[in-house]
């Protein structure tokens, strides 16, 4: 679909995710880190470093792309990472990459590595070729209370035009989780769509008030953090919301 039809609602279904354009959208996005991407990572480290994650824990990167630096935040606590990725090419990257990543993700390393217990792994490339596990699987699919540590970035509300498909993206996500456990989730705020290379793709617009009207029946201790941005690299968006918050336990 391109985007000129994107005026009519356009469900995930309608996608050519298989041809998402890996390496592009992460030359793109992630060849250093930009100042939203270290505020990001500062929130997200400072909470996992202080939740109480279980020794050995499961962690999972819901749609995790071509990005790593969701799940590199999860490495100093997981025994085992799986990478939950919907599109052939991002699992493909994703595969080359937990196996030894490109030396740009250093960089993103080093924002964690500031704080404990990040600095005590010596090896975060060897440690994340030895937990991962890249599966092709759709969110919407996701089995209920698997994880104890999970991270959803840009994908909820990058995956459709359509709000149910938001709402019910953010639950499976959430859902996946072990009563409890801690998350950390961010969204694009009030997006319009992006480009990959040539290839748009949908989002739809949210703003901290929908996420956090999604997030209350499934989640506890939820904090939202605007993040500004000062320049507008990704397309047709107006800055970034952070959330961090534990799966809900049952009444
Ligand atoms: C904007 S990208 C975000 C990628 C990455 N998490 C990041 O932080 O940059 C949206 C991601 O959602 C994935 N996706 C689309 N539909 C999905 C689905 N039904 N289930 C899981 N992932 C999906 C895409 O393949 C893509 O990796």
Redesign the pocket.
């Known amino acids: 679909m391109n985007r000129l039809d994107a005026t009519t609602p356009a469900g995930?279904d309608q996608?050519d995710?298989d041809h998402?354009d890996s390496e592009a959208?992460?030359d793109h996005?992630?060849r250093s880190v930009r100042d939203d991407d270290r505020q990001i990572m500062e929130i997200v480290r400072d909470f996992f470093a202080t939740a109480g994650v279980p020794e050995g824990a499961r962690g999972v990167?819901?749609?995790?792309?071509?990005?790593l630096?969701?799940s590199l935040a999860m490495l100093p606590f997981c025994a085992h990472i799986d990478f939950?990725?919907?599109?052939a090419s991002?699992v493909a990257w994703l595969t080359r990459q937990t196996a030894s990543f490109d030396p740009n993700w250093d960089e993103f390393w080093d924002v964690y590595r500031s704080r404990s217990p990040y600095a005590e792994l010596a090896d975060p490339r060897r440690a994340l070729a030895e937990l991962a596990e890249v599966r092709q699987?759709?969110?919407?699919?996701l089995p209920a209370a698997r994880w104890d540590l999970g991270t959803?970035?840009?994908?909820a509300c990058?995956?459709?035009t359509d709000l149910a498909e938001f709402q019910r993206?953010v639950h499976a996500f959430v859902g996946a989780l072990a009563p409890g456990a801690p998350f950390a989730s961010?969204f694009?705020a009030k997006s319009q769509g992006?480009y990959?290379a040539d290839n748009w793709?949908p989002?739809v617009a949210v703003d901290e008030a929908e996420v956090a009207r999604t997030l209350a029946p499934v989640a506890t201790d939820v904090r939202l953090t605007p993040i500004e941005i000062g320049d507008p690299i990704r397309d047709g968006y107006s800055g970034m919301i952070v959330a961090t918050g534990r799966a809900r336990r049952p009444d």
Request: glycine share 8%.
């Open positions: 995930n996608f995710w998402f959208y992460s996005n992630y990167d819901v749609g995790a792309g071509a990005n630096y969701p939950w990725e919907y599109s991002n699987g759709s969110i919407f699919d959803m970035f840009f994908v990058s995956l459709s993206a961010a694009m992006y990959v793709f989002a």
